[in-house]
């Protein structure tokens, strides 16, 4: 279904002018833009109920919006964009519906990868992805193979992704290597998990109007600014995008610190 078919905006680079775009592009440069902005994309479900369709046709909607916010996201001057589009806990729904999402994400491979790449976007996967049918691992692993030079946005999914099962799989890994126990820090962690090679998230966005991580970035979440929005997440649109980002763009953040405008 297209976007116009559900009656919302049209794919953003058909909308507007390019001065409007710039312009809008410039007068968020002047604020801050967050470098890693982390997604977890929620409400496909109710999207689609609320329209009498099935789930899996919210989980469609959903996939297709993901093209629609990697581009207005690297508009907008992010660096990271990471999306959070399966859980390890999501095997607990009905077979269909993990089915019906498997083979959503397979497809979704195979025709949205030339697109992400035009837009310049380098596809990388975190989560396990040993557990997944061959086709889909191979498809994942063809798509970060053909997207691996680009440059313009880091364009990360999650899928059968979870925070806890991402720190076993490090601890597995740490103890495994036999490294004694008192080299054991943070950065050696760090260096252990699916996000080795990304920043922390700045951001971290959850739609539908849930306000919990459910077991999300829990290691690289420690200090990222949340913001939760009521929208379901096959209408969130560019503009909310930019809303999350005024938004975080006014925010102080201390790391533990006092506040710079509080002086002894
Ligand atoms: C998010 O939408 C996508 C996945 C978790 C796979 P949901 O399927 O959780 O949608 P709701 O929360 O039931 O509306
Ligand atoms: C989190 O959403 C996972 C994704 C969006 C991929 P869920 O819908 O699975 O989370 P809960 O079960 O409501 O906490
Ligand atoms: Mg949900």
Redesign the pocket.
């Known amino acids: 279904m297209t976007h116009q078919a559900r009656g919302d905006a049209p794919p953003l680079h058909h909308t507007g002018d390019i001065d409007s775009d710039t312009h809008r592009h410039s007068e968020l440069e002047d604020a801050r833009v967050p470098a890693h902005v982390a997604i977890i994309?929620?409400?496909?479900?109710?999207w689609a109920r609320h329209r009498g369709m099935a789930?899996l046709e919210?989980?469609e909607a959903?996939t297709e919006n993901i093209r629609r916010i990697s581009f207005a996201a690297g508009r907008l001057g992010i660096k990271y964009l990471t999306l959070w589009?399966?859980?390890s806990e999501?095997w607990r729904r009905p077979k269909e519906e993990v089915d019906g999402?498997l083979s959503i994400l397979s497809r979704a491979i195979v025709t949205e990868t030339e697109e992400l790449h035009r837009q310049g976007a380098q596809l990388r996967h975190i989560g396990d992805l040993s557990s997944l049918a061959p086709e889909l691992q191979a498809g994942i692993q063809g798509a970060i193979e053909r997207t691996r030079n680009n440059q313009h946005l880091v364009l990360t999914l999650a899928f059968n992704y979870g925070g806890r099962q991402e720190l076993v799989h490090a601890i597995q890994e740490i103890v495994a290597s036999g490294v004694p126990h008192s080299a054991i820090d943070e950065d050696l962690v760090q260096r252990h998990l699916y996000t080795s090679d990304l920043p922390d998230p700045d951001l971290i966005i959850r739609t539908?109007g849930e306000y919990r991580l459910s077991n999300f970035l829990l290691w690289q979440g420690a200090y990222s600014e949340l913001f939760f929005c009521p929208t379901l997440?096959p209408d969130f649109g560019p503009d909310h995008l930019e809303q999350a980002i005024r938004e975080y763009a006014g925010r102080e953040r201390r790391f533990g610190a006092i506040s710079p405008s509080q002086s002894y």
Do not use: E, K, L
Not at 41 to 46: E, F, K
């Open positions: 994309m929620d409400g496909n479900g109710r789930r919210g989980h959903g589009a399966f859980s999501n999402i539908s997440w």
